[in-house]
Structures are given as C-alpha cells and as structure tokens.
C-alpha cells in the first residue's frame, strides 16, 4: 500500500508503527469527541507487511479511532503487538484462525468480535469493551489472561450465544469482575488453567439458560461473589479443585432450575449469605470436599441423589437442615440422611447424628404399607428406634413399677405348688419384660384372669423394646 495514498491520520500510524510508539487522537478533555477515520484495510496491511526499522520493535497501538470497513484477519500470522484501544469498529474484526502476538481492544465499541480457533501468545483485553454482537472464542488457545472486567455485551439474536467460548483454553484467568451480558455465555468443555473471576457480573437471559459450562475445568477457582444472574447457571460436569464461590450471589431462574452444578468435583461450595435461591438447586451425584450453605439460601426444591460431601459448615442445628432432604421432589433418599449423619459425626456431634438417623426411619416409615406404619409408630413411640435409650429405660422402670405392684397385690397362683420358688413380684414382671433373661418365675406361675392379659400386654411390651433396642444398637455398631 502507497504511503501517498493514506490520510493524514493513516500516515500518522504507518510511520509509528515502525517505532511500536503509540498515537493518541483523542483530544484533551473529549474523551467522547470527533475520532478520526482509518480504514481496515491500512490496519491490516500495517499488521501484515508494516515497515520495520532496524532495533525497534514494531507494534500497532493506537487509541480514540474510528475503524472503518472490515478489519479480516483470518489466518493471518500477526507477529506484532496489536492494540486498538477507546475505538469504534464499524463492522466487527475477523480473526478466526488468526496467530496473534498480543490483542488488546481496551474501552472499544464493537459490534461483534469472532476469533474461533485463534492463538494468541499474549493476552486477550476486552476489558470496557461495549459489544452489541456476540464475542466468539470457541477452541480458540490463549496463552496469557482472558479480560472482560466492566465489559457489556449484548446478543440481539436470542438463539446465538453473547459469549461463545466453548473448548475455549486459557493459560492463565479469565477475568471478568464487572462483566454484563445480555444473552447467554456458553463455556462448555472450557480448560482455564488459573481462576474465573465473575464477582459482580450481572447475567441475564430470562427463563432460558444464562451460563452453561458442562465439563468445565478450572485449574484453581471460580468466584462469583455477589453475582447477579436472571436465568439457569449450568456446571454439570465441571471440575473445580478449589472454590466455587457464590458468596451474597443472587440466583433467579423462577419456575425451573437456577443453579445445577450435578456430577461435578469441586474442592469447596460456598452458597451463603444471599437471598433464597429462586427456582430449583441440582446438586445430585456431586463431590464436593467442603460444603458452604446457608439454609436461608436454599429454593424450595433442592435435589441431593448421590451427594457427597466431607464438611458442611456452617455448623447448625439438625432442624435447620433436614428440611433440605425433605425437598427432593418428595422422594425418600436414605444417602442424603447418611451423608448429614456423617457430617456431624466427622465433628464430634453426635448427638445430631442420631437426630438425622431418627429423623430418616420416621422418612423411610412413611413409605411403607399401613402395617410397616404401624410398627414403626410402636417402635418410635417405645424408644425412638433405638437412638433414644433412655426413653427404653423409663418404659422399663414404668413398667416394673406396674407389674411389681399388681402383682404383689394379687399372687398368681402356682401350676405345681410343691415345686414353685417363692414369689418374688419384681423377678416375676422382669420375666416378663426381659425374654433373654429367666428368673425362673414366669414358668412357674400362671396369672388368671385381667392379670394374665397384663402379663401378655408386658410379653408383648418387652418384645418391642428389646427388638428395637437391639436393631438401634446393630445400627450403630455397623458405622462404626
């Protein structure tokens, strides 16, 4: 391209590219004044085949321009910092399978941006950046850092992605505190090597899905505090050794699921101090080494199958957390119930395991036929099924007190009087209570009359306590 062929703003960045020094054409105290014109096409070329001057690095930094007509770069090998800084662009940059040094569109107006399946060595800035079309990274390979801090992006074509990024690869963070997007941000099969920064992103795609990341892999963590997202957030699948951070997040997506992080591996989950979760809380066949939540947080429907979890903090009460396993779409899920238990028990609370443990056959009683119903009220009545003991030794003494006094009061007569042992009322009620244990009184006397369906009421009595003292017993033998 003739240099003599170039407006005098043209010319102005030709010979500074050569030198990689910067041409500012903003005026002082109009940052939103007249920009001058360059076209596409002078960019390209500078990138391409720009003079070079022996011991200087050649560079393209310019800032406040309008860019005219289509800046195509496809497949284009840029070994030379590319940096186009408060621009306007008319139509939005081709840079698909583009080799790119370094890019840099800081503060820039765009109407789109694709560089699906590009490389670039340095970092890729968008930070500022208005975009009214949908930013395209798929599979794209970026060796430094990803920015999108305060950048805005909206989709005007619901069906397209405001952020494409799916199998995208980062070497380092990809950066976006601040980010807003209208539209949906797609990171599926996406490797980050560092963190994701979404603290104070807003997010919005009402009743449709606002973030997908299936298979996503994060080399440390994943902040999101006090993000605000309209829409469904998708992790299904995603590995997180580190945090996964929703911190005084705000999770809206009423009607279906708002977050679903199922069958994901992450190192900690924090869901806390935020406003309930609206829409549903997927968290089913998830691995998660310590779990943050906040009952005030949790949706009315919560889906736990298969969780698992090592520590649950912060350390509240069982009643404040076994309404959670209650949510499950009404089903009855034994391992939501073992994965709490083991939570307490893991800090010494055992009280509050044995609380979950009740609380979980009273769950599982009401599955079962009116029979199974029935027995589970007796046992539960009678000791609570074994996790409360001394509720056992009360109806016991309660019960020896009875029989004692009734039968002292009234000896029932011996079947051979010559060979009977003397009458001892207590030995002969605790024959009756206890059916491992003999004193030899219970075979030698016979009751007659409402004393003998006393003595059938305490057969029966001892029965219950003794089976479910034993299974409580079996019960916590086995865990441990």
């Known amino acids: 391209m003739e240099i003599n062929s170039l407006t ?142 305060e950048a805005e992006v909206t989709a005007p074509d619901p069906a397209q992605p405001a952020l494409q990024f799916n199998q995208i690869s980062i070497d380092n963070d990809l950066c976006a505190r601040g980010l807003r997007v ?81 069958s994901c591996v992450i190192g900690e989950l924090w869901l806390r101090e935020g406003p309930p979760v609206k829409g549903r809380l997927n968290l089913r066949r998830a691995e998660v080494g310590q ?17 698992t979890y090592t520590f649950l903090t912060p350390h ?45 056959q009273r769950r599982h009683r009401r599955t079962l036929p009116w029979y199974g119903r029935a027995w589970g009220c007796l046992q539960d009545a009678a000791v609570g099924y074994g996790f409360r003991p001394l509720r056992a030794a009360g109806w016991l003494l309660s019960l020896l007190a009875v029989g004692s006094i009734a039968y002292a009061g009234h000896h029932p007569p011996p079947l051979k009087a010559g060979e009977a042992p003397h009458f001892n009322p207590v030995f002969y009620t605790l024959d009756l209570l206890l059916p491992v244990i003999s004193f030899g009184q219970e075979s030698a006397y016979a009751p007659v009359g409402g004393y003998q369906w006393l003595a059938y009421v305490l057969i029966v009595t001892g029965w219950i306590l003794a089976t479910t003292v034993v299974a409580g017993v079996t019960r916590t033998v086995s865990r441990q």
């Open 8 to 149: 005098p703003a043209e010319r102005r960045v030709w010979r500074a590219f050569a030198r990689g020094a910067t041409v500012d054409f903003r005026v002082a105290g109009e940052e939103d004044g007249p920009r001058p014109a360059l076209r596409a096409a002078v960019l390209r070329a500078l990138l391409l085949n720009g003079p070079r001057e022996a011991g200087e690095i050649a560079a393209l930094k310019v800032v406040g321009a309008h860019v005219t007509g289509l800046l195509d770069l496809r497949q284009a090998v840029v070994d030379s910092v590319f940096r186009l800084v408060h621009c306007r662009f008319d139509e939005a940059p081709r840079l698909v399978g583009a080799q790119l040094a370094h890019l840099s569109l800081l503060d820039s107006e765009l109407p789109g941006l694709d560089a699906s399946h590009a490389r670039i060595d340095g970092g890729l800035r968008l930070t500022r950046c208005r975009v009214g079309g949908p930013v395209r990274l798929s599979r794209a390979q970026i060796s430094g850092a990803l920015y999108l801090d």
């Open 182 to 262: 209208q539209g949906l941000i797609r990171l599926d099969g996406a490797s980050v090597t560092g963190s994701i920064d979404l603290e104070d992103a807003e997010l919005s795609n009402p009743g449709a899905q606002v973030l997908t990341a299936e298979s996503l892999d994060v080399g440390a963590n994943l902040l999101a505090r006090r993000l605000r997202a309209d829409g469904r957030i998708d992790l299904r699948g995603a590995r997180v050794p580190g945090r996964v951070d929703l911190l005084r997040s705000t999770l809206s997506n009423p009607g279906d699921t708002a977050l679903r992080a199922s």
């Open 291 to 307: 779990l943050q939540l906040q009952p005030e947080m949790l949706p009315d429907q919560v889906r736990l199958l298969d969780l």
């Open 316 to 360: 509240e009460p069982p009643e404040r957390r076994l309404p959670m396993l209650e949510r499950d779409d009404g089903a009855f899920d034994p391992h939501a119930y073992e994965q709490l238990t083991a939570a307490y028990r893991r800090i010494g609370d055992d009280r509050a395991a044995r609380l979950v443990q009740l609380a979980k």
